[in-house]
């Protein structure tokens, strides 16, 4: 386990000096980054000082489930969603097979080629959301915040488990560039109350294809409004994890390399 984050702490350094070899673009890049993961909570708030609302949820109740999921991404993004472009390109250059030449397992090494310093922006502006959702909030409970750490790293289990499965696909499909564009229309209705659904998609949300894991069920949590259909929830964040490894190691078996 040292020497799994001695070679993820050392790739970082390494990115890191490569970014600050042009320092304008890189902090120009967070700054676009942040101000467009901002741009969601924004119409947020116009929907509701307009007088609409999602029923049942404040504003502050609602863009705490929309800083959660900016929480979750700022994790996730920097460390597991690089391996899917990492992994196109690699693909279509005919370059992946010196991952494989490595002495680590293959999907440890895509992570780890795919870590992006920049996504760490993603951090920053999901925790000021989270923060000021907070301020307008009563305080969590204990109970409240040790739930909804286990289902945090539920959350990112899910987000992990879109990665894999996004770049297992392009082992097969080489020109599925628009994989971005899928992630973002699946997981776009965990940025908004699950209860504003029908009963039946909530299900669908949770168990079969939970991105209301993300955001939705931990925000519950810390508001005390989950019970105990979070065990659930967990268990269904740890399938979908299982199911992405087990697609993404199935897909890199039948991968031909550049002659195939």
């Not at 000021?132 to 990112?156: C, D, E, R, V």
Request: aromatic fraction near 14%; charged fraction near 10%.
């Amino acid at each position: 386990m040292k020497g799994v984050f001695a070679c993820i702490a050392s790739v970082l350094r390494t990115k890191v000096a490569e970014q600050m070899a042009y320092r304008s673009h890189f902090f120009l890049s967070v700054i676009l980054l942040v101000a467009g993961d901002l741009l969601v909570p924004m119409i947020t708030l116009l929907v509701y000082r307009s007088g609409a609302s999602f029923p049942g949820w404040s504003l502050h109740e609602a863009l705490l489930i929309q800083g959660v999921f900016g929480l979750a991404k700022g994790i996730a993004f920097p460390i597991f969603f690089g391996m899917v472009g990492s992994t196109l390109s690699l693909v279509r250059e005919g370059t992946f097979d010196l991952l494989l030449l490595k002495p680590r397992p293959a999907l440890f090494m895509t992570m780890l080629n795919g870590l992006d310093p920049e996504d760490f922006g993603r951090l920053l502006s999901g925790g000021v959301l989270f923060g000021y959702a907070l301020s307008g909030l009563p305080a969590p409970k204990f109970n409240g915040w040790i739930q909804f750490a286990g289902l945090f790293l539920a959350s990112l289990a899910v987000l992990c488990a879109f990665s894999l499965l996004l770049s297992g696909l392009l082992f097969r499909w080489v020109g599925s560039s628009r994989v971005y564009d899928i992630f973002d229309s699946v997981t776009s209705f965990g940025m908004y109350p699950g209860t504003i659904y029908a009963k039946s998609f909530q299900q669908l949300m949770t168990y079969v294809i939970p991105v209301g894991i993300i955001a939705f069920v931990p925000a519950s949590a810390l508001l005390g409004r989950a019970g105990w259909e979070t065990a659930g929830a967990g268990a269904a964040a740890a399938l979908f994890l299982i199911a992405g490894i087990v697609y993404w190691h199935r897909m890199l078996r039948g991968y031909t390399s550049a002659g195939g």
